[in-house]
């Protein structure tokens, strides 16, 4: 699969919802994942899928998710980036937009990185 078609059926899962099933899909075992900031108590960058799925399943269990807009891919050699703005309720808190890029690198047709940028 070329870069365009990876970024594409991703971009495609995530229009589903189905953020976990995209990761499982495509993360490389070594996968490294860099938030640009760290959930609390954590570190912003996670390495290895593990340490992926724990970062996504976290994410899962302490918000809700009211709707999520997917923009994108735009690809670059083995690079591209996915625009995500989401509808959110974090427990415990007040419902906001989170308006987030995605650069992902990939190697041997898997995501070796994956680097999230927050908009203000």
Same mark, same amino acid.
């Given at each position: 699969m070329t870069t365009q078609d990876i970024a594409n &059926?991703? /971009?495609?899962?995530? *229009?589903?919802?189905k953020f976990a099933e995209s990761g499982e899909k495509y993360w490389a075992? &070594?996968?490294?994942s860099v938030e640009a900031a760290a959930p %609390?108590?954590? &570190? %912003? /960058?996670?390495r290895g899928i593990d340490a992926a799925r724990g970062k996504g399943e976290w994410w899962a269990e302490n918000h809700e998710i009211h709707g999520v807009e997917v923009e994108g891919p735009y690809c670059n050699g083995d690079q591209f980036v996915v625009?995500? *703005?989401? &509808? /959110?309720t974090p427990k415990g808190g007040q419902r906001m937009t989170m308006d987030e890029m995605g650069v992902y690198t990939l190697k041997d047709g898997k995501i070796a990185e994956e680097r999230f940028f927050y908009g203000g």
């Open positions: &059926d991703l /971009v495609a899962l995530c *229009k589903q919802g075992q &070594d996968v490294v %609390p108590g954590g &570190d %912003p /960058v996670s625009h995500f *703005k989401m &509808d /959110v």
